[in-house]
């Protein structure tokens, strides 16, 4: 079982999180012009990198969405901070 650090409530295991996005993923806009290829990318083709990754997390315990880099071949975590704009 890896431990994911949540910004708000401290080291916890990692059944209680859910991953969310990556991080700066542009949403395709506006929506009434997207076509069904184009979301179809946005919501599946994933960057996946081996290495470090900057990923949106969400906390199911507290309902904390956080920012998480991690290495995906390692899987040590070397940062995990709130959401800019958002607040605990």
Known sequence: MQIFPCPFCGPRE???FLFAAEAGKV?????????????????????APN??????WYHQTCGT?????????????????????ASA
């Open 51 to 56: 290495g470090a990754a900057r990923e949106v």
């Open 27 to 47: 949403r395709p806009e506006p929506a009434e012009k997207v076509s069904d290829a184009e979301w179809a990318a946005y919501l599946y083709h994933n960057e």
């Open 14 to 16: 990692e059944h209680e």
């Open 65 to 85: 969405y956080f920012l998480m880099t991690r290495d995906t071949v390692t899987r040590n975590v070397t940062e995990s901070r709130f959401l800019p704009g």
